[in-house]
C-alpha cells in the first residue's frame, strides 16, 4: 500500500508540487508562532524563587514639623532605635509569620538599586541587582537555597555575609568554584573593603515576564538606617508575611491593633499594601499584551486552520469519483480513509525536513530570540512536535470530513456525478 500512495503521489507530483511548497511555507510560519507561544507562556509560569502569597507591604509615615505632635531634637541614634523597635512590635503581633525592613527590595513595586561586583581588582565589573534588607526578609518571601533552606540564608545575613544568586556565583566563579566563603567587593582597588560570600540561594526571578535573576543580598546596618531616619523613611520597606488563617480582612485589623504601637517619636504607621495586588497592577501592561498577543496567535492559527483544512477538504472532494471506485473495487472505507491520512502525512513529512533545516540555520545564526530562552535543542523539538501535530490535525480533518461523505455515496452515483 506504501509503494503504491508513493506513485499516486508520483503520478500527482504537478498538483502536489504547489501543496508542498505551501505547506513548507505554512510550516515554516507556524513554527514562529508555536515557539513565540511556548517561550511566552514557559517563563511565564516558570518559578519564580519567592512566594508573596499572604504577604503585604507597609511603610512608615513622618509627622511634619507644624504637627502639634512633632517631637523636635530626636537624636539620630533614637531615630534608628524607633525603627528597630517598629519592625519587633510587628513582628510580635499574633498575626505575623515574619516581618523585615528592606530597601528597593519588595517584588512588584518597581524600584530597584544596582550595583557594580567584583571578584578581585582584575576582574570586570558585573552590575547586578542589589538587595538590602533584614535576614527575616528571605522568610517573609521564603528564598530558599538549593537543598531547600531558608535558615541558611537568614543566617549568613545575621553573620554579616552576603547572599548571592547562581548568576552572580556563575559569572564571579566560572569552572564550578564553589563561591560560599570566598571575598568579592564593591570596588576595583587594592584597599576596597572585602564582603565574604555566605550563601547562594535558587533562582530568584525579578518577574513573570523577564529573565532578570542575578542579584546580591547584603544586611541593612545602622549606618544605612541613618539615612532613612528623617524624610526619607517613607522609602523604608517594611514587608511581612501574615498567617494563612488571619489573612482576613488584614490591613484593617493591624490597623485597629497596631497604630498607636507604630506610634514611635515622630513616626506613625503609613500606607498597607497588599503585595499580590500590587503584583497585578505591576504587571497589568504585560498581561494585557500577553493576551494581545495570544489573542492575534489565534486569529493566526484559525486561518492557518481554515487554510490547510480548506486545501485537502476541496482536495479530497474533487476526488470523490476516485473514492467511489475504490470502495467499488473492494476498498472498505477505513481502508480508503488510511491511504488518503497517509498520503496527507506523507506531504507534510516531506514539507517537514527542509522546513527544520531552515529553522535550523536561522536559529544558530540568532535570528530569533534569545534573551527570556536560549535556543536550545528542547526549544528546536518541542517547537518542532507541536507544529507538526497541529498540521496533522488540519490535514486530517481536511481528509476525514469530506472523505466519509464520500465513501457513503453508493459508487455507481459518485461515478455518475463525476
Aim: charged letters at 20%; a positive charge.
Amino acid at each position: 500500500m506504501f509503494k503504491h500512495i508513493l506513485t499516486i503521489i508520483k503520478n500527482e507530483r504537478r498538483q502536489n508540487i504547489g501543496l508542498w511548497i505551501e505547506l513548507l511555507i505554512v510550516a515554516l510560519f507556524l513554527w514562529y508562532i508555536v515557539d513565540n507561544v511556548y517561550v511566552t507562556l514557559n517563563n511565564y509560569y516558570k518559578p519564580l524563587g519567592f512566594d508573596t502569597e499572604h504577604t503585604y507591604i507597609m511603610r512608615l509615615g513622618l509627622l511634619n514639623e507644624s504637627s502639634y505632635e512633632y517631637v523636635k531634637d530626636i537624636s539620630t541614634e533614637t531615630a534608628v532605635g524607633y525603627l528597630y523597635t517598629a519592625l519587633e512590635r510587628i513582628q510580635r503581633n499574633p498575626m505575623i509569620e515574619a516581618a523585615s525592613i528592606s530597601f528597593h527590595s519588595s517584588p512588584h513595586i518597581g524600584s530597584n538599586r544596582s550595583r557594580n561586583i567584583h571578584r578581585d581588582t582584575l576582574s570586570t565589573k558585573y552590575s547586578v541587582l542589589n538587595r538590602t534588607v533584614t535576614p527575616n526578609f528571605f522568610r517573609v518571601f521564603k528564598y530558599q537555597v538549593e537543598n531547600g533552606s531558608t535558615d541558611e540564608l537568614v543566617q549568613a545575613l545575621e553573620r554579616n555575609e552576603l547572599v548571592i544568586s547562581p548568576g552572580v556565583a556563575k559569572e564571579l566563579f566560572p569552572h564550578d568554584e564553589p563561591p560560599v566563603g570566598k571575598q568579592v567587593s564593591f570596588e576595583k582597588s587594592d584597599s576596597a573593603q572585602l564582603y565574604r560570600v555566605g550563601a547562594v540561594s535558587r533562582v530568584v526571578r525579578y518577574d513573570n515576564f523577564s529573565n532578570w535573576n542575578s542579584y546580591f543580598a547584603q544586611r541593612i546596618d545602622n549606618d544605612f538606617l541613618k539615612t532613612f531616619t528623617g524624610e526619607w523613611v517613607g522609602g523604608l520597606e517594611f514587608c511581612v508575611r501574615v498567617t494563612p488563617e488571619e489573612d482576613h480582612d488584614f490591613i484593617r485589623r493591624f490597623r485597629e491593633n497596631m497604630t498607636q504601637q507604630l506610634r514611635l517619636g515622630n513616626y506613625y504607621l503609613g500606607e498597607i499594601q497588599s503585595i499580590p495586588i500590587n503584583k497585578k497592577a505591576f504587571q497589568k501592561d504585560d498581561i494585557n499584551d500577553l493576551k494581545m498577543r495570544m489573542f492575534i496567535v489565534f486569529f493566526l492559527l484559525v486561518n492557518i486552520f481554515l487554510g490547510i483544512t480548506g486545501i485537502f477538504w476541496f482536495r479530497t472532494q474533487h476526488r470523490r469519483s476516485e473514492i467511489g471506485l475504490r470502495v467499488s473495487l473492494g476498498d472498505t472505507p477505513k481502508q480508503v480513509l488510511r491511504k488518503f491520512y497517509i498520503e496527507g502525512l506523507l506531504l507534510l513529512t516531506t514539507a517537514m525536513v527542509p522546513t527544520m533545516i531552515v529553522i535550523y540555520i536561522l536559529g544558530r545564526e540568532g535570528i530569533f530570540a534569545t534573551y527570556l530562552m536560549h535556543f536550545t535543542p528542547g526549544r528546536y523539538f518541542i517547537g518542532f512536535a507541536i507544529t507538526y501535530i497541529l498540521l496533522i490535525i488540519m490535514i486530517v480533518l481536511g481528509i476525514r470530513i469530506p472523505a466519509l461523505k464520500a465513501v457513503k455515496v453508493p459508487p455507481a452515483t459518485a461515478l455518475r456525478d463525476e
